[in-house]
C-alpha cells in the first residue's frame, strides 16, 4: 500500500496525514476531485486528480471507510518505518516523506503552475509558505535564462568567443574583460568600431 500514498503525495502535494486520512466520501471520481477536510491549516480545500492519481486510487480494495487500508481492513496510520526502508532500498539519502511536498511544488513551477496556483493546491495561507516549497532546479534556471528576449527588439547571439579589448568596454565593469562569449548583437557592432 506504500506505493499509491507515495504516487498520490507527489502528484498532488498532498501531506502524509491528509492522505492517511483521506476516506472513500472524499473522492469524487466523477468531477475527479479529492476532498482535503481535514488539512493542517485547518481549512478544507480541494485538489484536482490527475488521471495518473484516479487509476491509483480507484484500483485500491474498498474494504473500509478508510481509503488506505492495511490487508485485515483497518486503517494504515504510520508508514515510516516502510518508506524509511524503500529509501534504503533506493539509496537515496537525506528523504523524508514531506519532501516529496516539496518535489510536487518544485515540478509543478517548473512545468509553468502559477505560483497563486500552486499555493491553493498545497493549502497554504501565503504565497511565502509556497515560494519556500518551490525549488527550481538549476538546469530548470538554465533554461529560463536560456529564453530570455528583450522588449526592444534585439536578440541575444552566441557567436563563439570575441576578444575584447579593455578600452572596448567602458561601460562594463573591469572584471568583463577578457573573453566574453554572450554578447549582445549592438554590442558586436559597436566593438568593431
Not at 502535494?13 to 469524487?28: A, F
Not at 518508506?83 to 509553468?112: Q, W
Amino acid at each position: 500500500h506504500l506505493k499509491p500514498i507515495i504516487l498520490v503525495a507527489l502528484l498532488t502535494g498532498m501531506r502524509k496525514g491528509e492522505i492517511l486520512r483521506l476516506v472513500w466520501k472524499d473522492l469524487d471520481f466523477e468531477r475527479q476531485i479529492i476532498h482535503v477536510r481535514d488539512s493542517k491549516n485547518g481549512e478544507a480545500r480541494q485538489i484536482a486528480m490527475s488521471l495518473e492519481v484516479e487509476v491509483a486510487l480507484s484500483r485500491l480494495p474498498r474494504v473500509g471507510k478508510q481509503v488506505f487500508t492495511r490487508v485485515d481492513g483497518k486503517p494504515v496510520i504510520n508508514i515510516k518505518t516502510c518508506f524509511e526502508r524503500a529509501v534504503r532500498r533506493a539509496e537515496i539519502e537525506d528523504f523524508s516523506f514531506h519532501d516529496l511536498r516539496h518535489t510536487f511544488a518544485s515540478y509543478m513551477m517548473m512545468n509553468g503552475a502559477e505560483l497563486l496556483t500552486v499555493s491553493q493546491i498545497l493549502g497554504h495561507k501565503t504565497i511565502n509558505m509556497t515560494m519556500r516549497y518551490a525549488h527550481l532546479s538549476p538546469s530548470y534556471q538554465r533554461q529560463a535564462m536560456n529564453k530570455l528576449k528583450f522588449l526592444d527588439g534585439h536578440n541575444l547571439a552566441i557567436r563563439g568567443t570575441v576578444d575584447v579589448a579593455r578600452r572596448k568596454l567602458s561601460r562594463y565593469p573591469a572584471s568583463s574583460a577578457g573573453v566574453v562569449e554572450w554578447v549582445d548583437t549592438r554590442d558586436l557592432k559597436s566593438l568593431g568600431r
